[in-house]
T-cell receptor, first 114, second 117 residues
Framework: DVKVTQSSRYLVKRTGEKVFLECVQDMDHENMFWYRQDPGLGLRLIYFSYDVKMKEKGDIPEGYSVSREKKERFSLILESASTNQTSMYLC?????????????FGSGTRLTVV | QQQVKQSPQSLIVQKGGISIINCAYENTAFDYFPWYQQFPGKGPALLIAIRPDVSEKKEGRFTISFNKSAKQFSLHIMDSQPGDSATYFCAAREGDAGGTSYGKLTFGQGTILTVHP
């Protein structure tokens, strides 16, 4: 089974801190994604990457950046954490295309910014 | 803008009943429509998916109905069970004719389903 592992389940950070969320996948998927999940808003795409060192903005990239130095690892960076970034963050990976296309999600990181 | 609209936001069903969740989309370039199921403390997991060249797909108790002309699709859960209690997300993927979508999914707002025993 494909596994997507997010390094932390729960994080509490202070306003203004630089925060790193790490994600690793073990199935050689080309695509990796970062979403945030908020009640009533569903899953909103922050950034995605289709190849090493390649990144594309999603729908809500403001206040975030990403890094993909290796194919299996995709990091989300909150440059200066703010309380409105308190949320559940979900990482996902997928093949680029194919008949069995689908995302595999990690279990999520619940970030609280105080 | 919300390209995929999902309703209802929450749903309560008795055991054995039928659960129905609806989604509507606007972008005619969408070419793949999956549903994801999420249990508390877990990430969403792919449940069932459909392409727009078919009107219905069934897997066990789960059925997707697709209406291309109305740009709507729905998930039906037959004989709903307490173990089906979860959050359900519909999603849509933009076809990659222009080579720029990279297969990213747009998700609906989610439906919290509660099945009472």
């Amino acid at each position: 089974d494909v596994k997507v592992t997010q390094s932390s389940r729960y994080l509490v950070k202070r306003t203004g801190e630089k925060v790193f969320l790490e994600c690793v996948q073990d199935m050689d998927h080309e695509n990796m994604f970062w979403y945030r999940q908020d009640p009533g808003l569903g899953l909103r795409l922050i950034y995605f990457s289709y190849d090493v060192k390649m990144k594309e903005k999603g729908d809500i990239p403001e206040g975030y950046s990403v890094s993909r130095e290796k194919k299996e690892r995709f990091s989300l960076i909150l440059e200066s954490a703010s309380t409105n970034q308190t949320s559940m963050y979900l990482c996902a990976s997928s093949l680029l295309a194919g008949p069995n296309y689908g995302y595999t999600f990690g279990s999520g990181t619940r970030l609280t910014v105080v | 803008q919300q390209q995929v609209k999902q309703s209802p936001q929450s749903l309560i069903v008795q055991k054995g009943g039928i659960s129905i969740i609806n989604c509507a989309y606007e972008n005619t370039a969408f070419d793949y429509f999956p549903w994801y199921q999420q249990f508390p403390g877990k990430g969403p997991a792919l449940l069932i998916a459909i392409r727009p060249d078919v009107s219905e797909k069934k897997e066990g108790r789960f059925t997707i109905s697709f209406n291309k002309s109305a740009k709507q699709f729905s998930l039906h859960i037959m004989d709903s069970q307490p173990g089906d209690s979860a959050t359900y997300f519909c999603a849509a993927r933009e076809g990659d004719a222009g080579g720029t979508s990279y297969g990213k999914l747009t998700f609906g707002q989610g439906t919290i389903l509660t099945v009472h025993p």
